[in-house]
């Protein structure tokens, strides 16, 4: 399953497939990107992250691709589970002034079906 | 202890009230961070403070007022408030506030929240 972010805001994917979660940023002065995951009732959790001189990084059962060019992540998650049901949030990490600014993207509801 | 604390984890408020939001890491972070969150959005900063003074004000109302008083404790003290400021207002921490090089550094923990209501 695949969502194009900010243009539809919830994702339903089958247990066991896997999940593309897509999501546009817009500061070119930005240097690291971040997925978060949160759980109702819960703040956001740290997925994993990719600096701005890279295009692809791996984690656990996570994957974040970047394309600068069009200023565009994506999160693919494999095998997707039903603890993976969250709301996900890309994040712009930047320098401003003299304190580094986290800036949210609108989110992504992914719901995982039994 | 990786942990972010907040405290009440629900605040119901009149509009003539004054009430304070507390948040609390015990892991050396000299970053404190406030967010906003309404339902069903992203996350919206506030404030932030750094090395325990405050470095950045998103423009927030001055019916929101943050303290930092000590590196440990973050407030946001909320006198005035007005229905629309019912959200989840949230409390991160990081370790360095303008450190990037390794995620250790930048990487900002978030605490539960406060879910306020403003009748």
């Known amino acids: 399953g695949e969502s194009v972010g900010l243009h539809l805001p919830t994702l339903s994917v089958q247990e066991g497939d896997n999940s593309i979660i897509n999501c546009a940023y817009s500061n070119s002065a930005s240097d690291y990107f971040i997925w978060y995951k949160q759980e109702s009732g819960k703040g956001p959790q740290f997925i994993i992250d990719?600096?701005?001189?890279?295009d692809k990084r791996q984690g656990q059962r996570v994957t974040v691709l970047l394309n600068k060019t069009v200023k565009h992540l994506s999160l693919q998650i494999a095998a997707t589970q039903p603890g993976d049901s969250a709301v996900y949030f890309c994040?712009?990490?930047?320098?401003?002034?003299?304190?580094?600014?986290?800036?949210f993207g609108s989110g992504t509801q992914l719901t995982v079906l039994p | 202890d990786t942990e972010v604390t907040q405290t009440p984890k629900h605040l119901v408020m009149g509009m003539t009230n004054k009430k304070s939001l507390k948040c609390e890491q015990h892991?050396?972070?000299?970053?404190m961070y406030w967010y906003k969150q309404k339902a069903k959005k992203p996350p919206e900063l506030m404030f932030v403070y750094s090395y325990e003074k405050l470095s950045i004000n998103e423009s927030v109302p001055s019916r929101f007022s943050p303290e930092c008083p000590n590196s440990s404790l973050l407030n946001l003290h909320l006198h005035a408030l007005q229905p629309e400021d019912s959200a989840l207002y949230l409390c991160?921490?990081?370790?360095?506030?303008?450190?990037?090089?390794?995620?250790?550094?930048?990487?900002?923990?978030f605490g539960p929240g406060t879910r306020l209501t403003v009748t």
């Open positions: 991160a921490s990081s370790q360095d506030p303008a450190s990037g090089g390794h995620r250790d550094y930048y990487e900002q923990y």
């Open positions: 994040a712009e990490n930047h320098l401003s002034g003299s304190a580094r600014q986290l800036t």
């Open positions: 990719i600096r701005s001189n890279m």
């Open positions: 892991m050396g972070h000299r970053a």
